[in-house]
């Protein structure tokens, strides 16, 4: 039957539009209800083609009076004579504070899943469940007032540590003087805010990872970790990599606690210990103010390829998780 | 090589529920010995003691004794892992490693307990998908995954997983409740089979079942739902189908309740 | 046979037992070992001079690990190693990510207790310079909640009309489209939503700065949140229930409001709630959109706001002690918003859970 409670992978419930259908003809009330419900999905598809028609149109005008290159230039200043805004800096701000956010996150968050999903004590389980589950929901701002009051002073020293003995690594060479508002920061922040994100879709994997598999590796003698690897990681692959996607698509467009805790700079350095550098959402929200109409079209340009880039990581999120529906199913 | 084993005492609990009550029997070695009785009699519950797997549900807890030729299970140092290698067991829904192919599943356990060269482990895997009649069904598909098999396959392919460490005891958990009639006979020919080599406790709702595969049978009833089951009687399966020394048995063989 | 047994697990020499035992850490080994590292870190921290106290954790934790995998290996094999050092990983990834949470509470709490008093929440800062003291966040309050109530009100109606029509009327190209869709709108980022707004309301319809426009981009970021989980709820109600309705020839638009809704009302309800929470904590729509201002002004279609996380923004980017110690205020009256809205949805939704489990 498919009237169970449905888990994602169960086929949407069938609809009953024949039992109306079987009645003669509708009456006025179901045409007005199902006209209202339609009109609000197309509503809902409206804005959407807005948003990108809009975007890209706005996006067009600006870039069309750039008069250097919109891919590659290291400099902001649509507003000057002559106008020269470029995205080079923001692209690699914003891609190298989210891998620096993942590398941390994904690991930690996989261990608090399974610390949640198969070491906790059961008493212990569900508060931390809930716990996360309301660390989520922290606004992004307070983690950015957090991040410049309270972790940057702190990392500052971690910052020294790291100039003094990895130097040799070139990224983690410090050049400049400025104190820990650098990407590296940034990077520690975001994963601190994507953590409780990602932690709760992996934790709901491997809670849902099949008992029997489990039972099967336990009685072949595995221990806990064995079990762990030998069922619950390759059943949770695929949702391991969507949470991982979902949270990078937030730390891409984030932008409160990045504007907070960053201090910009358009340069493109590859210390990440040094204070400077930029990411898409940050730029935006740090020239706004001083931006005229032209400028605000200049800064649309940006937020339009955050736009495409966040569109891609969910995409790429969304396919791998209904590859893993028709793995399954055809498994049933 | 197959060992005895010597139930004495044994209560078993889900949190403060007593799911069976003071169990105590022999198990024979190279021999078939089949559970029977009704829905909640604790049969699968005292089957998952004899290899330690009832502590790994929720609030499960164990007293009594169970001894493998002389050494107790539930000692102060023994360690449930090593207890699980030696006591294989297999499951009422086939459950081969959806992620891993059919070489990879039967090899999984021997890949746990140490290293083989590879020669080494296809020899033993081939052995193991011989000795579950398996191998000329899969010999050409090995990389394939498991999950690809049909429900009797899978169904020996996990057997063939739990022999293939070569444990002293194989624990069977209504294995054929999951299949259809066909695969149903090949499963008990191969029980046949394996008891040449194991001890083989099997757990089953058919009698007609327990009745063609066990040389002795054990009878468990419960007084009430929510009272703990218990053991009426174990004997030589001719016995207890002919003849049964108690009057729930007959009644339950008679098909008068359960 | 089972000579293959004693092969592979070499038995520790003098074990008196048989093969299925073998010595055994106790109970308090991890905490021993734990301690033990911890003092060792400090010990060398302090002996090298090492000043960070990072660095002293970091040695901690390095001992900790090795020492667990050592000694469980000596004692009871190397499997057994492997799996303790799992087990220390996965509880050192808790106990790693706990310590930032934590912290970030305590000083949410701990700083921002301080000022929040009843003049702090019944003021504005009307005719204060940024770097004044005294002052008070009630125009950025009363902006949240106009902007937040506004923002519910249209995103609310078309989010659940659109989860009724892809539940009980949607089949077909429209209704996966409007699926698919809904996807891509959840990951929007709030600033490009803000961008959008920006780019339609202010500049091309030339409205100007107001409560309203923010309110527009936040119901753009609310309604995919309402759709998904409102989806989710009308899912879990059992056909028999619309069968049933629909077989005493109830027609369907009632069957789903009288039958079909009022059962999934609490979960219903639940999401609703948990997007307004998400909303309200959004910023960067608001500072592109509201503006900021620092007087009251109640009406939001008209003339800029304020708002709870923007003025949070502002006055941390004004920098000085006092600024600083009112943006901690309002980031804990934000934060206890927040989390009592995350409560009540959650507590709703164990009350209305459905009865039956399944």
């Known amino acids: 039957m498919e009237t169970e409670a449905a888990p994602n992978d169960a086929p949407p419930p069938p609809t009953l539009e024949h039992h109306g259908a079987s009645k003669g003809p509708k009456q006025i009330g179901d045409r007005i209800f199902l006209g209202l419900s339609r009109g609000s999905g197309i509503t809902l598809l409206v804005i959407m083609a807005a948003i990108a028609g809009f975007l890209s149109y706005r996006a067009a005008l600006a870039i069309s009076k750039d008069e250097t290159n919109f891919l590659t230039t290291f400099e902001w200043n649509p507003q000057g004579d002559p106008s020269s805004f470029g995205i080079a800096v923001l692209v690699y701000g914003t891609i190298v504070s989210s891998i620096i956010a993942m590398v941390i996150a994904v690991p930690i968050a996989i261990g608090i899943a399974l610390f949640i999903s198969h070491f906790a004590p059961r008493r212990l389980a569900s508060p931390i469940a809930y716990l996360v589950d309301l660390l989520a929901a922290v606004p992004s701002i307070i983690y950015g007032l957090w991040g410049a009051v309270f972790l940057v002073p702190y990392l500052d020293g971690l910052n020294k540590w790291l100039n003094e003995y990895f130097a040799w690594t070139y990224i983690f060479e410090k050049t400049n003087e400025g104190i820990a508002r650098n990407l590296f920061t940034v990077g520690i922040l975001l994963a601190i805010m994507i953590l409780p994100i990602i932690t709760n879709v992996i934790r709901e994997v491997f809670l849902q990872s099949p008992k029997m598999h489990e039972e099967a590796a336990l009685a072949l003698g595995a221990t806990r970790w064995e079990v762990i690897r030998m069922s619950v990681i390759p059943f949770g692959r695929s949702g391991i990599i969507s949470a991982s996607m979902l949270g990078l698509g937030r730390a891409l467009g984030e932008t409160m606690a990045v504007a907070v805790v ?26 706004f103010n001083e931006a005229n109409e032209f400028g605000r079209d200049a800064l649309i340009a940006s937020g339009l390829v955050l736009f495409i880039i966040t569109l891609l990581v969910n995409g790429a999120a969304r396919a791998i998780i209904a590859r893993r529906k028709e793995y399954s199913g055809a498994n049933a | 090589m197959a060992k005895r084993i ?28 089949a559970f029977i009785g009704p829905s909640g009699c604790g049969k699968s519950t005292f089957l998952r003691t004899l290899n330690r797997m009832h502590e790994v549900t929720p609030g499960g807890r164990v007293e009594g004794k169970v001894l493998l030729d002389d ?39 021997l890949r746990l307990n140490g290293k083989y060269r590879k020669n080494e482990l296809a020899h033993v895997v081939e052995k193991s998908l011989k000795g579950a009649n398996l191998w000329n069904e899969v010999k050409d598909r090995l990389n394939k995954p498991g999950s690809g098999l049909s429900g009797g ?33 090949a499963i008990e020919d191969l029980i046949g089979e394996l008891k040449e080599r194991f001890t083989i406790v099997i757990v089953t709702h058919n009698m007609q079942q327990a009745a063609r595969v066990s040389d002795r049978t054990a009878f468990f009833n419960l007084s009430a739902v929510g009272q703990p089951g218990k053991l009426i009687e174990i004997d030589e399966t001719e016995r207890i189908f002919a003849n049964p020394s108690v009057q729930a048995t007959e009644d339950y063989i008679s098909g008068r309740f359960g | 046979m089972s000579h293959t047994l004693q092969d592979k697990r070499p038995a520790v020499a003098d074990d008196p037992q048989g093969s299925l035992s073998h010595a055994r850490m106790p109970r308090w080994a991890p905490l021993a070992i734990a301690a033990g590292s911890a003092v060792l870190g400090c010990l060398i921290g302090l002996v090298a001079g090492l000043d960070s106290k990072i660095q002293w954790g970091l040695l ?10 050592l000694i469980t290996a000596k004692v009871e094999g190397p499997r057994q190693a492997k799996n303790q050092v799992a087990t220390s990983l996965v509880w050192v990834c808790f106990l790693v990510a706990v310590v930032p949470l934590l912290s970030l509470a305590w000083t949410t709490v701990s700083k921002g207790a301080g000022v929040v008093d009843g003049y702090f929440l019944s003021h504005s800062m009307s005719g204060l310079l940024d770097t004044d003291e005294g002052g008070g966040i009630y125009h950025a309050l009363l902006g949240t909640i106009e902007q937040v109530a506004i923002a519910t009100l249209i995103a609310t109606p078309i989010g659940l009309l659109t989860a009724v029509y892809l539940v009980e009327y949607g089949r077909g190209r429209l209704s996966r489209a ?12 709030s600033i490009v939503a803000g961008l959008f707004i920006l780019s339609t309301w202010i500049v091309m319809l030339d409205f100007g700065f107001s409560g309203f426009a923010g309110a527009l981009a936040l119901a753009i970021l609310m309604m995919p949140v309402i759709v998904r989980s409102t989806e989710e709820m009308l899912k879990l109600v059992p056909n028999e229930l619309r069968e049933a309705s629909l077989a005493l020839g109830v027609p369907q638009w009632r069957t789903i409001l009288k039958v079909v809704l009022p059962t999934a009302i609490g979960g219903i309800t639940t ?17 592109l959109l509201v503006f900021g201002t620092k007087l009251i002004n109640s009406n939001p279609f008209e003339g800029a706001q304020s708002s709870l996380p923007l003025y949070v923004f502002e006055q941390y980017s004004v920098g000085t002690d006092a600024a600083v110690d009112r943006a901690w205020g309002a980031a804990l009256v934000l934060i206890a918003f927040v989390m009592l809205l995350n409560l009540v949805a959650r507590g709703i939704a164990r009350w209305k859970a459905p009865k039956t489990g399944r």
């Open chain 1, 262 to 287: 960053l201090s910009p700079s358009f340069l493109l350095d590859f210390h990440i210990l040094d204070a400077g550098g930029g990411t898409f959402a940050q730029n935006i929200a740090a020239k």
């Open chain 2, 6 to 33: 010597d139930v004495s005492g044994l209560t078993a609990f889900y949190g403060n529920h007593r799911a069976i009550d003071d169990i105590s029997m022999t198990v024979e070695p190279r021999s078939v010995t």
């Open chain 2, 71 to 109: 050494e107790n299970l539930y000692g102060a140092n023994v360690d449930p892992v090593a207890v699980r290698r030696t006591v294989g067991m297999v499951f009422q829904r086939p459950n081969p490693f959806p992620t891993m192919s059919i070489f990879d599943n039967v090899a999984a356990g």
């Open chain 2, 153 to 185: 396959q899978q169904q020996r392919l996990c057997i063939a997983r739990a022999i293939a460490v070569e444990p002293d005891v194989l624990l069977m958990d209504e294995p054929c409740s999951a299949l259809d009639p066909i695969s149903t006979l």
């Open chain 3, 60 to 69: 901690a934790a390095l001992i900790f690990i090795a020492g667990t995998y």
């Open chain 3, 178 to 189: 409007v699926t698919f869709f809904v996807d891509v709108m959840t990951g929007i980022p």
């Open chain 3, 271 to 287: 999401g609703v709630m948990l997007a307004v929470a998400r909303i309200t904590g959004e910023t960067a729509p608001v500072l």
